[in-house]
C-alpha cells in the first residue's frame, strides 16, 4: 500500500464522506482549453514581477519534483502541505513527478502509468472537484501533441516533463495574475462583501491595500467552520478595516455594499459557480438589490459539469457542530457548497482574464 502522509478524508466507509478541501485548504475543479498555456504565460509575462513572492515564496524553495520518492500520494502530500499551494497544483506538480520518475521505456507504457497515477489521485477524495479536474487537466495537455508521436522516447519523455512542470508553474502564479487584473475594479472609499476564506480574494485585497487603496470590508461569519473569522484575522493583520456578519445578516447589511467578491471551487460549463455553502442566497440578495458579484477564480477550477439545480452535484460533507445535542430523529444537512447560477454573477477574473458570464436572463 503506497504512504500516505495524510489521512484520507473519505477513510470511514460507515460516515457521510468528508470533503479534505473542508479539512485542509483547497482549490476546485478545471478543465480549459488547449491553448492555455499559452495566454496564462503572456499574462504572467505581463508583470515583470511575476516571479515574485505573490504564489512562490524564493526564501523558501518549493521541493522539487519527484524529490518525495514514495510515490503519487506523498509527492501530492508533500505539496499540499506548502501553505499557499492549491489542491489543484500538488495534483499537477505530483502528476510531473510520476513522469520524471518514471521507468517506462515507452509512452504506452508511461500514459499508463501516468493514468493510475491519475485515477489514485482523484480516489482520494471523490468529492473535491479541483483534484479530479486537475488531473484530467494534466493528462490532456501534457499528453495530447502530435509532436510526441514523431520523436524518439526519451526526447518526448524531457517534453512531457518540460510542459508539465511549466504549466505547474503557471498554475502557482495564477492569484497572482487574478490580483492584478482586479484592481481597476477596487476604488477608493468602497465597501466589499467577502464569504468565507478565499486564498485568491484575500490575495486580491492584499494587493489593493498594498497599493493604498482605502477600502472596507464585511465579512461573513461562514458557520458551521467560521472560515469566516480566519479571513477577518487575516485582513485585519494587514491593516484592513473589516467587520464580521453573522450569516444571517447578509440581506441587512446589503445596503452598504459597493461589490461582492468571492472565491470558487469550482466555474461550470453554464458560467455558474459552485463555492462554499452560503454563496448563492448572498447573489440572490446582491442581485435583488443591483449590487454587482465579482467571482475570483484560477483558470485550473473550470470544470466540465453543467448542473441543473441544487442536487445535481457529487455531495460533499462538512462536519456540524451547534454546541448543542442534536435531538435524536432530527436531520441536519450536512452539504458543504452550493451552486450559484451564471444569471447571479457579474465578473470572473481568472488568470486569463476578466470575462462576462454569459446565461440566459
Request: net charge negative; hydrophobic share 40%.
Amino acid at each position: 500500500m503506497e504512504p500516505d502522509g495524510a489521512q484520507n478524508p473519505n477513510s470511514n466507509p460507515g460516515a457521510p464522506p468528508i470533503s479534505a478541501y473542508y479539512q485542509t485548504r483547497a482549490e476546485h475543479h478545471a478543465v480549459v482549453s488547449s491553448d492555455w498555456l499559452a495566454h496564462a504565460a503572456a499574462a504572467v509575462a505581463s508583470d515583470p514581477s511575476a516571479d515574485g513572492a505573490a504564489g512562490v515564496d524564493d526564501a523558501d524553495p518549493l521541493p522539487s519534483p519527484g524529490s518525495g520518492g514514495g510515490g503519487v500520494i506523498q509527492e501530492f502530500n508533500l505539496w499540499r502541505r506548502k501553505p499557499d499551494a492549491a489542491e489543484a497544483v500538488a495534483a499537477i506538480m505530483a502528476l510531473a513527478a510520476v513522469i520524471r520518475s518514471s521507468r517506462a521505456t515507452t509512452m504506452m507504457e508511461l500514459e499508463i502509468e501516468l493514468k493510475k497515477a491519475s485515477d489514485k489521485l482523484k480516489s482520494w477524495d471523490a468529492t473535491s472537484i479541483s483534484l479530479s479536474a486537475a488531473c484530467d487537466l494534466f493528462m490532456r495537455f501534457v499528453t495530447r501533441t502530435s509532436h510526441l508521436e514523431h520523436e524518439k522516447f526519451d526526447a518526448a519523455k524531457s517534453r512531457l516533463i518540460e510542459r508539465g512542470e511549466k504549466f505547474g508553474e503557471i498554475s502557482l502564479k495564477a492569484r497572482k495574475t487574478i490580483a492584478m487584473l482586479s484592481q481597476d475594479f477596487i476604488s477608493d472609499g468602497c465597501t466589499m462583501l467577502v464569504h468565507g476564506y478565499s486564498r485568491v480574494v484575500l490575495e486580491v485585497l492584499k494587493l489593493a491595500a498594498s497599493n493604498h487603496k482605502l477600502f472596507r470590508v464585511l465579512c461573513t461569519e461562514g458557520r458551521p467552520d467560521r472560515t469566516g473569522l480566519r479571513m477577518s484575522n487575516e485582513l485585519a493583520a494587514l491593516g484592513i478595516p473589516v467587520k464580521v456578519l453573522i450569516d444571517s445578516a447578509v440581506a441587512y447589511s446589503m445596503d452598504e455594499v459597493d461589490m461582492v467578491f468571492v472565491g470558487a471551487d469550482g466555474v461550470v460549463e453554464s458560467g455558474g459557480i459552485i463555492n462554499m455553502m452560503g454563496t448563492y442566497q448572498i447573489a440572490l440578495v446582491a442581485h435583488s438589490m443591483n449590487k454587482p458579484v465579482y467571482v475570483a477564480a484560477e483558470s485550473y477550477k473550470f470544470a466540465r459539469l453543467y448542473p441543473l439545480d441544487q442536487k445535481d452535484m457529487t455531495p460533499a460533507h462538512r462536519p456540524i457542530d451547534f454546541g448543542v445535542p442534536v435531538p435524536i430523529g432530527v436531520e441536519v444537512e450536512m452539504s458543504a457548497r452550493d451552486y450559484t447560477p451564471p444569471q447571479y454573477l457579474t465578473l470572473l477574473f481568472t488568470d486569463l482574464g476578466v470575462l462576462t458570464l454569459c446565461c440566459e436572463r
